[in-house]
């Protein structure tokens, strides 16, 4: 048999065509399913109906037959206007008269004889020509017979009886969909029109406005029709919302009429709040908020300047307190957030004083020590600032939630953080006050149950229902208002509104309250601390107050606190120290080499510590806040002189030798102190400009590597790395750098031999060490000796070849992708394997 193709490529097309055709067969079986289901079934699939003679009822509108009737009527909308605004003219008033009788009359009454033939679309449409009939009735009432009465005072008239008149008629042709929407248009406009008729002002407009939307809240609540209550809900929108925003800016110039005003309006929201809680919530926000515009307003007569936004601030207190009373749920939630809103602006406005008393000291550009203080980072900080946050933090804290306690912790320490700068207090005053900021942060970082009592478990949070605060009385209104909102909501005995047993919510956390609290309150009281050395900075005298001040409450923190929060302050406290002991030198005249050797007492006192405590929770976290401290002393030493760097790094070994000495830190304290003594060995040679580091590094790697070999006898099990690995990189690594700066071959070949010899020892015995640090060196050696080589070849070969070559190597690796990496797998198991 002869194949256009190879057989592997026809054998995949193949396959390809069956598994097309299985899923066409598939798909024919389920089709084949489908319709024996409707031939043993015919009752469930009815036949269509058939057509019969004589006219066909729209009861039932079409999408191409509203399509054809909303022409239509356009149509002839327009056709009126035209004859309207165009034809007029021409006619007497007789013929005027006689054409919009007739014509507007036959509009209003076909849709009767078309609706008792069941033609409810076409009705429709005749209908709406009509309406809109009677509004060009009105406008040609106007200009031909009444011309010169006043514009508004005419369309107030006729909007009022066009809505009077559309209202009976769709109440007498109830199936009409349409009169009724448009009577609630028409009657968003007498009241307004006849103000502006009047020359009534923007508040008697305001007014209006708000009557109207009263008017249509009371049909949105007692209207059956839906479109007619969306519509009226519309026209209270916004007539009301537009009636309270001009009360709100009103209230700025004349805060006692807009405050009448805007507590009207807050109480028709109220009432809707109260009788719809589908919209409670929405509701009760407008409500709040018009009440704290209100009473602010009046608030700006008597306050000066500074003390405006505390006025609208403490009269938010008592809507964001709300969620303790007996209201409905929605009206709590919603005055709640009003008030929250208005508390979180004044916040708000509160802050660049908090932000700059903690930003500004940190961006200094006068020296240290220098008693240069900071400058101010803005021109004009609200002076009253503190108060606002005071009176916030107070609203939160009256709240039995968590999140509340700790916005009001948040609040009052914003508040004595801003306090220097809004009251202008001298440095002296200023730092006494961060000190005493951070003391009480800390203290309640310590016992934060202080402020947490009353605060509910996380078992008893998630078994309460999320909207409980306390009390009977509020758990009976809202299971009342909820009755309200769902006619199924009674239950039989034991059941939640018959849905079901009550089951408590699922605990999603584990964390208690005092936790929470306790790490906001550290948080606060760490950010300060950072304030408080960068203002102490200043000043000498100022920085060693501040840090000794700051060591014992970290200390004591660390003493008194429990969990995770002891072990944050033992390590503050430790940098603490390391500031101090930074001081100190400077003040002892040390430069960089003096600092570098007496910052390494932090770390040795750290060690004597863990030694101490051993292992307690707070050791480990406080040496390796030591080991941090080591190796910024290790840092500065690097710029200094490399014998200095030498010395610091052989200390910093000495260190980590001694923790060694525990065996709970001997597995990473020993190769920490191995590390440390090599390189206080290499810098060392460096130092002195040693060019054969072979002769100080091979007198310590025979005897490491003698002792490596009776360790391996005694201990089989044992490592590698630990028997032979500091051995030979003690020599091996100088001399590779060695080789690297030699120009000469001996050195480089000698190397190369050496790590030739011990790759094959590492192979042949199944040494990790041995292969990795020898094959390593090996090939970074080899590496260096054809560098050369490899330069000159490649600025031969042409410049097209090296990416033809790399897209060859590309190629390659791409083919055998799957080979490579499981060959790689094999050899890091290899390597796994090797002691």
Known sequence: MDNALPPADELVLVDRELARLDARRSQLLARRAWLLHVLRAPAAFPAPPRAVAGPVGDSTPRSAQNVLLTLGGVLLTIAALAFTLVSWGSMGIGGRAAVLAAVTSAALVVPVVLLRRGLGSTAEAVAALGLVLMVLDAYALHRVALPDTDGPAFAAVASAVLAGAWT?????????????????????????????????????????????????????????????????????????????????????????????????????????????????????????????????????????????????????????????????????????????????LGVLWSLPPVGAALLGPVARTAPVWSGIHADRVLAWYPSTAPVVLIVAATAFAALPRLWSRCTALFLAWAALTALPLSLELSYGATLALQLVTTTAALALACRPTLLTRGLPSPAESAARPPDEVSGAATRTSDDAETAAERPDAAGPEGSWHGWGPVRPAAVTTTVPPREVFGWSAFGCGLVSALSTVAVALDTRGATFGALGVLLGLFV??????????????????????????????????????????????????????????????????????????????????????????????????????????????????????????????????AAWEVTTPEAYTLPVTAPALVVGVLRRRRDPQASSWVAYGPGLAATLVPGLFAAWADPDWPRPLLLGVAALVVTLLGARFRLQALLVLGGTVLALDGLHELAPYVVQAVGALPRWLPPALAGLLLLAVGATYEQRLRDARRLRERLGRMR
């Open 168 to 344: 009976a008629y769709g109440t007498v042709l109830g199936r009409l969909r349409l009169p009724l929407p448009a009577a609630v248009i028409a009657a968003q406009l007498p009241l307004p029109l006849a103000v502006l008729a009047a020359d009534g002002g923007p508040l008697a407009l305001g007014w209006a406005a708000l009557a109207t939307a009263a008017l249509d809240l009371a049909v949105v609540l007692r209207a059956k029709p839906a479109p007619v209550r969306v519509t009226a809900g519309v026209g209270a929108g916004v007539l009301g919302g537009w009636a309270l925003l001009a009360g709100g800016g009103l209230s700025l110039s004349s805060p006692v009429p807009a405050g009448a005003l805007l507590v009207a309006g807050s109480a028709v929201a109220l009432v809707v709040a109260w009788r719809a809680p589908r919209a409670a919530v929405a509701a009760s926000v407008v409500a709040g908020l018009a009440v704290v515009a209100a009473a602010g307003g009046v608030l700006r007569l008597v306050l000066p300047g500074d003390w405006e936004v505390p006025g609208y601030v403490l009269c938010a207190v008592a809507p964001a307190c709300a969620l303790r009373s007996a209201a409905p749920r929605g009206v709590r939630t919603g005055l709640a957030a009003a008030g929250a809103g208005v508390l979180a």
């Open 556 to 685: 004591a923190g660390a003493l008194l606190s429990d969990g995770a929060r002891r072990a944050v302050a033992a390590c503050a406290a430790v940098v603490v120290a390391t500031g101090l002991v930074s001081a100190g030198a400077a003040t002892a005249g040390f430069q960089a080499p003096g600092t570098a050797l007496a910052l390494l007492l932090v770390p040795t006192a750290t060690a004597l510590l863990g030694a101490r405590l051993r292992r307690h929770p707070v050791a480990l976290p406080v040496e390796v806040t030591g080991a941090a401290v080591a190796l910024f002393a290790v840092t500065t030493a690097a710029t200094s002189r490399p014998a200095v760097l030498a010395l610091t790094l052989a200390l910093a070994g000495v260190i980590a030798a001694a923790t060694a000495v525990r065996p709970e830190r001997r597995p990473l304290a020993s190769w920490t102190a191995g590390a440390l003594f090599l390189l206080a060995t290499w810098v060392r040679l």
